[in-house]
């Protein structure tokens, strides 16, 4: 497994076939490099307390074996605390997987689909809470797959026998109307989600990706389900075993990005990030911000997608990983488990990757991009590296598109040609460089 010019990453996450198009993974696990099981488990005391500075180095030189991955993004994204003892974080998993376990019997109460192992990928429901008696819906409900129901037979969902005629009574309620116009669309995402995959030619994988969405978006309400958080959540589903164990890594990472989801009737949260890329554009690099306003493009919206889903499509999925888990180690902040438990405390949800500025605790248990963003006087919140990744990008790409991009098609076809060959590593570097930069122009002006 440890070969001298390292093993590739992508031979732990098995693709069809049929598929021979995929990107090759760039990342590579070296010995003395990759953060490997038996380094993870001596980061730990005897009582199970982590040493999150060094481990946060290791993955600074060469990420996570994808062996242990799973969890050690669960420390990344602040599922548990780095000082946090072994019977600690076991007592804490089991009350998470059994708050988990009501909300989902709270949904199953809702609609017999979930936990049923089967999914929707038609409407239920209308706009104003009528059942809707779709063939498509009753066959996919039928466990006897493949056979259509007429509207007289019966049928049978997680051990309860239906009449699909009276299968979903009308509904009244706003929140319940709105989470189940939000099931189909789930599905419709989910059959298309790392479909290069062999993990998801199992029905029942699928299921399980269908269900932690489906309980998300009821426990999130003011998010609830967004196109995108399928390619967010898919892979915690492939790294973590237990089905609670992904969500709660997924709820925890989607902390960090709810923001970007969050809608209003005249703007996507994204907007914000957004701005900022073209600010840090205008600061960095004034020509191709120059260049691309003249194009039309000073919205940057040709950059939505990759804030979106974290470059999930310009990465091949195996270096995707390897570029969220860089990105984490870099913005790790040691207070983050205590920031979300406390506002899960007082009822609010904590967003953001968290912030410990004024806080006398070593900086080696801090991320390299935090550190610098500790030393930056102010109130403002930092934002976030992905922001700067996609600047380093498009620095990158100055020359071509200036010179190239005579419209909003020549910059997405530029942007679009760089999928599969980015290295996640060189990314991640970039954005550190174009950072310092930025906080030093900024700081000036």
Wanted: hydrophobic share 35%; glycine share 8%; charged share 30%.
């Amino acid at each position: 497994m440890w070969g001298s010019s390292g093993t590739p990453g992508d031979s732990f996450y098995e693709v069809r076939s049929e598929c021979t198009d995929v990107p090759k993974s760039r990342f590579k696990i070296k010995a003395g490099k990759t953060l490997s099981s038996r380094k993870w488990h001596a980061a730990f005391s005897p009582e199970g307390r982590l040493d999150i500075g060094k481990t946060l180095s290791r993955i600074h030189r060469g990420g996570i074996h994808p062996s242990i991955r799973g969890e050690v993004w669960e420390f990344l994204l602040g599922c548990y605390d780095p000082k946090s003892t072994f019977e600690e974080r076991e007592q804490l998993q089991l009350r998470r997987r059994i708050e988990y376990a009501r909300w989902k019997e709270d949904c199953r109460q809702m609609f017999p689909v979930v936990g049923s192992g089967r999914f929707i990928t038609a409407p239920v429901i209308t706009d104003d809470g009528q059942p809707i008696q779709d063939p498509i819906v009753l066959m996919q409900i039928n466990p006897d797959r493949g056979q259509a129901l007429s509207s007289e037979e019966n049928f049978k969902a997680n051990g309860h026998t239906l009449n699909p005629a009276s299968a979903l009574e009308p509904v009244k309620d706003k929140k319940i109307i709105q989470w189940l116009l939000t099931l189909h669309q789930i599905g419709l995402d989910v059959v298309r989600t790392d479909r290069t995959l062999v993990f998801y030619e199992k029905q029942e994988n699928l299921s399980k990706l269908w269900d932690i969405l489906a309980v998300y978006a009821w426990i999130d309400t003011d998010v609830g389900y967004c196109q995108g958080m399928s390619d967010l959540c898919s892979p915690m589903i492939i790294l973590l075993d237990d089905e609670a164990d992904a969500f709660w890594c997924f709820e925890r990472l989607m902390r960090r990005l709810r923001g970007n989801f969050r809608c209003t009737d005249n703007s996507v949260g994204v907007e914000a990030q957004l701005s900022n890329l073209a600010a840090i554009t205008q600061v960095i690099d004034p020509k191709l911000h120059q260049h691309l306003e003249t194009l039309g493009g000073g919205d940057y919206l040709f950059a939505f997608r990759m804030l979106m889903v974290l470059f999930r499509r310009e990465f091949s999925f195996c270096d995707s990983l390897y570029l969220w888990e860089m990105m984490w180690a870099l913005e790790y902040d040691p207070d983050l488990y205590s920031v979300y438990e406390d506002s899960d405390t007082d009822g609010e949800r904590a967003e953001g990757s968290g912030s410990s500025k004024g806080k006398s605790k070593s900086k080696r248990h801090y991320g390299k991009y935090e550190r610098e963003n500790m030393k930056v006087k102010g109130s403002e919140a930092p934002l976030p590296i992905s922001v700067f990744l996609v600047a380093s990008v498009l620095k990158d790409k100055s020359s071509k598109l200036l010179t190239e991009a005579r419209g909003l098609d020549d910059v997405v076809k530029i942007l679009n040609d760089i999928t599969g060959n980015l290295d996640a590593k060189k990314a991640c570097s970039g954005a550190m460089k174009l950072h310092k930069k930025y906080l030093k122009k900024a700081q000036k002006t």
